[in-house]
């Protein structure tokens, strides 16, 4: 299958302070990624969906100006939480959609860990 | 009523025994539909996609039956490393770019 890169695959940081997070496709080109929170014993939640050379697309309650998400290239795109605070502590996780019609598939990175003091 | 619904479990199940799990979706329209399992504080990893029938891989069998609009994972002689979450997702029929996530079925495979 498909590798997608992330890092940092954890980060401490103090509230207030801004954390990027990098998901790189490493063997293909993703024209779309997506970046996803996973709290402790729950279920995926999808943030945004990003694409290549526009603005990401964010799902309902996620705010925007929060969650930067950046996709400049085919292969990276990245997610800076800006002043955050404990409660943004989660498992940050990015995929990359493979294929077009016929076939289709998501591969995700290995996610990181932040932890908001 | 939920896209994708999955029954949480736990299933539990001896090493060697044969599990089955369903997953039932909701938008008639799809047409990709996939199995991760995630491992606990790990990422999930795509283990089967179907896009017909179904599909086989090893110990694991997956099937869509799109008349009941269900797909199913079978997982033969269970192994203790077979233990984690599974997760069924199914991709939009009109955009190839939303994904619907079940919730995923946790199965604990005991020696």
């Known amino acids: 299958g498909a590798v997608v890169s992330q890092h940092p695959s954890w980060v401490i940081c103090k509230s207030g302070t801004s954390v990027k997070i990098e998901c790189r496709s490493l063997?293909?080109?993703?024209?779309?990624m997506f970046w996803y929170r996973q709290f402790p014993k729950q279920s995926l939640m999808l943030m945004a969906t990003?694409?290549?050379?526009?603005?990401?697309?964010?799902e309902q309650g996620v705010e925007k100006d929060k969650f930067l998400i950046n996709h400049a290239s085919l292969t990276l795109s990245t997610l800076t939480v800006t002043s955050a605070h404990p409660e943004d502590s989660s498992f940050y996780i990015c995929?990359?959609?493979?294929?077009?019609?016929?076939?289709?598939?998501?591969?995700f990175g290995p996610g990181t860990r932040l932890t908001v003091l | 009523r939920k896209e994708v619904e999955q029954d949480p479990g736990p299933f539990n199940v001896p090493e060697g025994a044969t599990v089955a799990f369903n997953c039932t979706y909701s938008?008639?329209?799809?047409?990709?539909f996939f199995w991760y399992r995630q491992d606990c504080r790990k990422e999930p990893k795509l283990l089967m996609s179907?896009?017909?029938s179904g599909n086989e891989d090893g110990r694991f069998t997956a099937q869509l039956n799109r008349a009941s609009q269900y797909i199913s994972l079978l997982i033969r002689d269970s192994k203790l490393s077979d233990s984690a979450t599974y997760l069924c997702v199914v991709n939009d029929g009109y955009n190839f770019n939303k994904f619907y996530f079940g919730s995923g079925t946790k199965l604990n495979v005991k020696p």
């Open positions: 995929s990359a959609r493979v294929g077009g019609l016929s076939y289709n598939e998501q591969f």
């Open positions: 063997d293909f080109q993703a024209t779309t």
């Open positions: 990003s694409n290549e050379g526009s603005k990401a697309t964010y």
């Open positions: 938008n008639s329209a799809s047409q990709s």
């Open positions: 179907v896009y017909s």
